[in-house]
């Protein structure tokens, strides 16, 4: 992977004499209409038109809403012709992407930049200017501001590149944010805040709250007994012993009658009619008609929510999904969503995901749930980004690739959530199991993912002598990070228990490093624990696995470096892997160590590149298996090979471990 770029961009890198430049664009909301002028229907007077935004509009049903780019530069610098850069730019300061394995869930980006604020005619904000009785007041972003209340989430592209002349956009690498926040300081001047997209996973939660209430009671049985008497058609209720029919004609209409014990066991039936002086229900023909030593069970099959509150819940009928609530203790799955009914076909439905069926009162809330059903680690990370807001479009390809090779099958989900959580600390919570890390590229303008695992692809090599700016190399041991045990507790028995108790999981796998534990080694234990409500029992070849993964990864400490590269070296993104090779990083023999890193962090300064790498550690290593054709070993060295006897290949190298 490495950055867009141009061949004018690659050669101003070359360059000895290099004049920064920053361009800012910030895409916001416009009215694509004419005040007055169909569609438009607001009519009021000459000098009192609207500002073609959405919250001055006077006619909201005839808005039409289209984009409009307002560009600013830093001062000094010479606007390109034909186009209206305004010398507002007054510095930017960047809290760049930190990529942290142990979060899963990468930092979200954050550029605060101050920006000028004068006054000025009003002749590009206000379509109008030139009729209004009287000039504009104020200054350019407070009126703004009063015009445009819903910038939130908008585009914002940071342009960094080089000033030429003529003026050349290709010498510029774009970066895309959304709008966070703008504020007009104690000094005049603007504070305006970027982060990147995924900061919306921070605003919403999955799934949505709902406010309904069933409206009458709900029991985990309405009514059991033993068979009065029936016919092919027919069921008569008891009318003696620990439960009694109800006396109600049609109490029971619409509820299902289960045969669970002896003659015709097995069969459900819905209640078409019931008469409440004879107890005697019809239902659908019977296949084995019941007699009095058959056991039955009475359970209802749809609630009623207050009026108006069935809007809130996804209808299975047009969402594509599978659909539960949640109504105290017990999760639900409905089938049926009409106007404020929720309705099942049988009593299977009730009690899902480990759950108990339970009795519930009028007035008690249903929460709608996000079910996950056998859904590959792909789907279910898209369908949270998604459902957060994050366009999908946004979604980097590096999801599928990186998932199909890592996590095949025996990685797939079933899990649901009975309560809303916020969307970033789900997608958090499934990357820090699985071992991957995700974060939004400014530059590929895409959400990235990477499994933290080997790779066969080549990478750059960065040295003391080519690359790193002299001095400023520094490296780290994260011993802090350093593992010897590695558990996992999984296959929760109920959706809806406490995630922090061991007991709410029936399987927990532990692998251990009895070399790191040696007192010829580390000598101490360091367990790392994991409870994942993601994951079943028939996971538990990829929880071994996960859980073998993070043992070889953290054997050792890994190592944070810290380091300059001028911009000529800034070729590849974030989360690429790179060598760095330093006499501040050696071999047993006092030689540099070439470590294959993976880049954590990446600041564009401006006159450097201020970045972050930290080690791999990957234990061995690692090639896939070749196709017919392949060169020997070392003519090839990409593909795995087979090694000697010896457990070497036949130049002395390390073997591969197949992949």
Known sequence: MSLPTTAARTAALGEHERKPCTVLELVVDRCANVYGTAPCTAAGAVGSECYNTYATCQAKATYVKTTQTMKFCSRGVLSPLGETLRPYLLGTVNAPVNLDFEAGLASRSNVSINLANETDNDSDQDPYWATRATPAAGTYWARWLARNKNYFGRTAKLRKGFVASPWDWDLFLDELYIIDNIAIETSGQIKLTLKDPLKLADMTTIPLPTSGVIQADTKAIEHTNNVVAATGTTITFAITGDSVASALDDYYNGMEVYIYANTGAGQRRVIADYVGATRVATVAAWSVTPDTTSAYEVSALQVTLDAGKGAQYADPATSGKAEYIRINSEIIRYTALTGDVLSWPDATYRAQFGTTRGDHSAEDSAQL??????????????????????????????????????????????????????????????????????????????VEFKAIMPSVSAYPVYTDEANIIQGSLSVKNLDNLRITQAAISYAQ????SSLSESRSFQRTDVVVNLNAQSVNEYGDKRPKVVTSRWFKSINATAMVATATRQINRLYNAPKLFTLKIDPKDYTIPLGSLVGIQSFKNVDVDGQPKTELCI?????????????????????????????????????????????????????????????
């Open 369 to 446: 749930c996000r079910a996950f059903i056998d859904q590959t680690i792909e789907d279910v990370l898209t369908d949270l980004l998604t459902e957060s807001g994050v366009d999908a479009g946004y979604i980097s390809a590096s999801l599928g690739s990186e998932t199909l090779v890592w996590y095949g099958s025996t990685f797939n989900i079933t899990a649901c959530l009975s309560a809303p959580e916020k969307s970033s600390s789900l997608l958090a919570e499934i990357l820090k199991q699985i071992g991957a890390v995700m974060w939004w590229s400014p530059h590929t303008q895409k």
């Open 599 to 659: 880049i954590t962090q990446m600041n564009d300064a401006g006159g450097h590149i201020d970045l972050q790498a930290r080690s791999a550690n990957f234990a061995s290593r690692y090639g896939y298996i070749a196709p017919n054709g392949t060169a020997d070993y070392p003519t090839e060295q990409v593909y795995a090979h087979i090694c000697q006897n010896t457990g070497l290949m036949t130049n002395g190298d390390e073997p591969f471990r197949i992949i």
């Open 493 to 496: 028995r109920d959706a809806t």
